[in-house]
């Protein structure tokens, strides 16, 4: 047999245009049709002003890709030759020198055309795509009756109200969300590259890890191998300095080999907070005759993962348990991180998965209206520790069940979870997104109301086709390729019982929750303190991104909360208004609105403060908390703690805090101001509580200091006081209390409690000092205030952030933060100076010190 290394050529020197034109032009590949048309100057920004509504019209055209290659005479002579395109967005036809080979339809899998007998010397490749919505528009006509698509904004594309994504194996965003545009993509999305080899190669190469205890890996290597001809010798498989190895045999064609392997006292993999990222690296080997034919490496991290669902007093629990550990899971849900998705790039995805580490997080939910995220997404999150629970790709909709779609979900299914086990982040498998609770099949009374607008033949067809879905095809491709992974039908759900499931309410004693009572029915923050499940997978608040960012869409003539450019950046029907009816609820009125934005932000945080606080304290029962959302796919008002370009608002750093290991949590009922104790640690915790209450020029009133015990990874009530008695005739709008933990293993925490909203509270001018000095590359601020100073923020002119800000500061206690510089080096932040920075408080944004500053600058003009 003759054996040469495989050969690979990724493609480029792109050219595009509609198929209706003459004229090419450049193309970036990967890319999709609007960004290159955006880089050609052929549209305008897409995300400006209300530039959305004028470029609809792209995604009704068909479009063609092309460019030309040179094959190799040593790529010619290999016995096999393939085109291997990693990711068509989404129905393509592929020709090669004018012969068809290949016709796609799902932009979530690669395809692979033999094209041995078409190469030449010299070579052209066409890729036309079809438009989307003129391509699935006759599959709704043919079904005879609309399938619900939550979010389908189809009508913004001049169509009408025909819904038709759900016919479609494509990213379910692109056709609009309530916190994203309608931009439906067509183009060469991952990239596209000749293969050649002969002899045999490794396809696949795979560690199952069948049984990880601290004391032992059992694992078995499956190696999928793909040979020409008959082949037999040795596989190897090594790794830490072990080797294990089989014989084989095997015939021309395609095999999985598999050998098991024992590692002693393994290095394990731990999320961020319990331990080391311990990663291992694997390598497959295929010997004969003293030579290596094939080989392959994989990295993983060895550790067990399930989900834990037993019978306890309250009902069924639901938690992540890591190596014999059960896991509070702390963090957000992720979308896409654009609306084009060739536009991220690795520094982008290091920012935001570096930001969750930062912010305390322990765990990102991968929404199922999204994409299966670019590889560096996961490998970054295997390096911070970072839980991955993966939705499939699937919303908000129900979705057609003939032949075909069924064969390409499950196309799709097995190549993303073959593609993604290798992962130790990735802990969960989902089926969908909010689909069992929006149909309640069970429950008549329940669901979304979809139910209604269907005969009962159709509705149980329309089940029927979902059960296929996501009680068949999914979980049996996860049993029979990742067995080691937990699936979880859809979220939110509750127990799965024979044929039957009850429907998720907002306090369900099992399952998973997404409370939305706060927000889409304006219900008080302080229902986040009632509607708690076992694991709250969504939840959430809007606010505005910071001016910075707004002014990158709005011109200052559009900075109004009802303008045409605001309204259009914000997705969510009544959005703005619902921000505005919260705010004149809990905070006072902004001066302007770009006071708006700030306010808005502070806003958002206490509402997450609220919900997160509320579930840590009722850990054990509760054992999960991921807000919607984490990021933006574009510049908007909405449920993100980060904004698109990255920048921190409120609510990451009262996430930080929120989110500590060891937190202090202040909450006040019937009465009474609870003090509650949450440790993440594994080892239990002795320290001080120090409580004192201080009128807002820092002057002590009253203190009660006291020895307290964190039991270990669980969350325990350390004291009560009255509220009567902590005032004692003090006055409520002038005074916090604060609680103080100063604990073993260096733990710290600080807390405060107002008695009254923020719009109720006497704010003066706190008068804010801040001191810089410099220690090595190191820039650090030290800040002092001679009154309460409310949620200060420090805003700088470089990208990054600040160890800490929106804090309370209070007079005799200074804040010292450093400022964290967004890089693109080999850290995503770096010590760094922030340049130009403005320090400011709630003080300075709220109407009514607006007209004070005024009043006291007439008098001072008068005296003079």
Known sequence: MTITKPAYMTLSGWEFKACKDEHWLPAAVPGCVHTDLLRNGKIEDPFYGTNEKRLQWIDKEDWEYRTSFAASPEQLSRANVELVFDGLDTYADVTLN???????????????????ELLQEENTLRVRFRSPIQEDLPKLRALGYALPAANDQSEAGGLGDEKVSVFARKAPYHYGWDWGPRFVTSGIWKDVRLESWSGIRIRDFHIRQDQVTAEAARLTALVEVETDEAWSGELRVSAEGRQWSRDVRLEAGSHTVQLAAELESPRLWWSRGLGAQELTDFRAELVSGGDVHAQETVTTGLRSAKLVRQKDAHGTSFYIELNGVPVFCKGANHIPNDSFVTEVTYERY???????????????????GGIYEHDDFYRLCDEYGILVWQDFMFACSMYPGDEAFLASVRSEAEENVKRLRRHPSVVLWCGNNEMDTAWSHYDENAGWGWKKKYSPELREKIWRDYEAIFHEILPETIRALSPETDYWPSSPMREVTGDANQHATSSSPDGDIHYWGVWHNVEPFSNYKVHIGRFMSEYGFQSFPEEKTVETYAAEE???????????????????????EYMDQYLSEPKD????????QVLQGEAMKTAIEAHRRRMGFTMGSLYWQM??????ASWAGMDYLGRWKALQYYAKRSFRDVMLSLDENDGKVEIHGVSDLQVPLTGTLELRLLDFQGNVLRQWPASVTLAANAAGHLKSLAREEVLEGADPASVVLTARFEGSEGTTDLKEHYFLPVKDLRLEEPGVRITRRTEGEQVLFTLEADRLAKQVWLSSEAEGHFTDNFFDLLPGSPVTVAFRKRSDGGEPFAAGDPGSMQVRSMYDFIKSSAGAQEADRQAEEQAL
Do not use: T
Not at 98 to 116: C, E, H
Not at 561 to 580: A, D, F, P, T, Y
Not at 631 to 636: E, F, I, L, S, T
């Open 98 to 116: 004018g012969q068809p080979i290949l016709s796609a339809d799902n932009m979530f899998r690669s395809w692979r055309a033999d094209v041995k």
């Open 350 to 368: 290091r920012h935001e998965v570096a930001s969750a580490a930062e912010a305390n997080m322990n765990m990102l939910r991968v929404w199922g």
């Open 558 to 580: 559009d900075m109004a909360l009802v303008s045409e450019v605001m309204l259009s950046h914000q997705k969510n029907g009544r959005g703005n208004m619902l921000i505005k």
């Open 593 to 600: 609105f770009r006071s708006f934005l700030y306010m808005s």
């Open 631 to 636: 990021n933006d796919c574009w510049p908007v």
